[in-house]
Each structure stands twice: as C-alpha cells, then as structure tokens.
C-alpha cells in the first residue's frame, strides 16, 4: 500500500509548477538568443566593411576582422 504525505505532495505539485514555470519562460529565452545572434551577425558584417582607415582608427587589423568575421554566430 503506497501512502501519500502532504509533504510529498506539496513537493511533487512545485516540482510541475517549477517546470511549467520554465517552459513558460523558453520563448522568451529562445526570442533574446535569436536577437543575439542577429545583432551579432550584423555587428560583424559592418566590421568587415570598414576601410582600413577606419579599422585603424578603433585599433584593429583586416587579420582581426578576418578571425571576427569567421566566427560562427553563436560564438562570442
């Protein structure tokens, strides 16, 4: 005979509400990564077509933008 104490109940009730209350949060997760990866993208690309003018003025070399711009999105 298995016997239920309200303490394991309780437990078992905030162990769903804990998982509910992260599932709820994942699209709002998944939207700021996505925003990440594209203001990433974006902030590369731009980098990669300065001058080299303007690349030495804020101190990089076209070897830095070249290892930036090669980087997988999602890398930092």
């Known amino acids: 005979m298995v016997v239920f104490s309200p303490s394991a109940t ?3 009730r905030s162990g769903r509400a804990t998982a509910f209350a992260q599932l709820l949060r994942l699209p709002r997760w998944l939207a ?3 925003l990440l990866w594209r203001r990433r993208h974006c902030e590369r690309t731009l980098i990669a077509s300065l001058d080299h ?3 030495r003025d804020i101190g990089l ?3 830095d933008v070249e290892r930036e711009y090669r980087k997988p999105f999602w890398r930092e």
Request: glycine fraction near 0%.
């Open 53 to 55: 003018r303007a690349l």
């Open 32 to 34: 700021a990564r996505l």
């Open 61 to 63: 070399t076209r070897l």
């Open 10 to 12: 309780r437990a078992a």
